[in-house]
């Protein structure tokens, strides 16, 4: 005799839409930092993937290499809404009386080529790439949405770095092949808030500290609010075509 018996299924939803908007998307992936952990879906999974990509580098132990060793302390992050002020995705080491290696930033995607492959197309040719520009920085390579990165673009113009407009048809795939690039471009300018949209540091953090407490977040009362905690604001504060955009 054949019986049916009713099993209870545990299903979880993606944190990131349940933040959002209270949908229930399957989760796919886990994102653990610290003690905490967040169940999230493909798109959201991506999004946070890049995210920490462009803030701290792809980690040496996914690129087949020794894994970073741990630092004691996070480097504070600073800038623009959902522009996180990176720092270096791979740290320029100088031997002995060695030339530093020369560093790029890379702002965008760059057309037909992966996040992470146009980052190796770069380092294949003896560059740096850094999240953030310093002593060894000598060229910004600008792909598309480029403009949405104004904390790269400050840098780039107060350090009057050239640009290399990698949207040009070819022009970064010839670059590679030449094994050189040659920054000449014009830098394009970053994405204009409206007037009334933008506010003082000090109140946008007094609103991410309110919402962050109304939804089960632990932050400082005084003092710098964690990265996760302002993305995860970010993130319900604007809408899904938006943010899509700025995720890309």
Known sequence: MRKTVLVPVEQTFCDAHIARDG???DATDTLDLGRYTWDLCLEHSVIFSRYLCDAMGVPASAMGGPAH?????AAPVSGAVLEPEAEDETESESVGD????????IS????????????????????GVVGRADETTVLIICGDGAERNATK?????????????ATKPGAFKAAVCAGQFSGGDLLPEPVKKDAPAVISERERNRLVRVWARANGYRVPDKG??????????DLTH???????????
């Open 23 to 25: 949908s229930e998307v």
């Open 224 to 233: 710098r609010i964690p990265m996760s905690v302002r993305y995860a604001y």
């Open 238 to 248: 604007r809408d899904v075509t938006e943010g899509k955009a700025v995720a890309a």
């Open 69 to 73: 060793e741990p630092t004691s302390e």
């Open 153 to 165: 673009l400050r840098d780039a113009r107060e350090r009057d770095l050239p640009c290399f407009d």
């Open 108 to 127: 965008g995607e760059i057309p037909g080529y992966g996040w992470d492959d146009a980052r190796e197309a770069v380092r294949n040719l003896g560059y």
């Open 98 to 105: 060695a030339e530093p290696v020369r560093s790029v930033m």
